[in-house]
């Protein structure tokens, strides 16, 4: 089993910057990909960015590209995202996803290939 929890979101004015964490724990010697999803009100969960085992190979959404950046430190087993220049339209609850990977470089970007989700953090960016 995998747990997920999410910390650092908040509310922020726009152009502003905010830092989530996402502290993974799960069974010794497991490896797993992680993703960032949003949640606006009364639309559809979309993807954010998503980073692989290593850390080497990452991704973004085309909407934040160049303003968010994730990685992760498996030595206090954490994902961040990091984001920068926040709009208005970045308000949403965030969610950390994880799922269980054989390859160190692999990434997903469709929810449903994560099967391991944290409750989730609210991000609210005033104009």
């Known amino acids: 089993q995998v747990r997920l929890v999410e910390s650092g979101g908040g509310l922020v004015q726009a152009k502003g910057s905010l830092r989530l964490s996402c502290a993974v724990s799960?069974?010794?010697?497991?490896?797993?990909?992680v993703a960032w999803f949003r949640q606006a009100s009364g639309k559809e969960r979309e993807f954010v960015a998503a980073i692989s085992w290593s850390g080497g190979s990452t991704y973004y959404a085309d909407s934040v590209k160049g303003r968010f950046t994730i990685s992760r430190e498996h030595v206090k087993n954490t994902v961040s995202l990091q984001m920068n220049s926040l709009k208005p339209e970045d308000t949403a609850v965030y969610y950390c996803?994880?799922?269980?990977?054989?390859?160190?470089?692999?990434?997903?970007?469709?929810?449903?290939?994560?099967?391991?989700w944290g409750q989730g953090t609210q991000v609210t960016v005033s104009s």
């Open positions: 996803a994880a799922t269980t990977v054989l390859s160190g470089s692999v990434y997903f970007t469709r929810s449903d290939d994560y099967g391991y």
């Open positions: 799960g069974r010794p010697g497991g490896r797993y990909a």
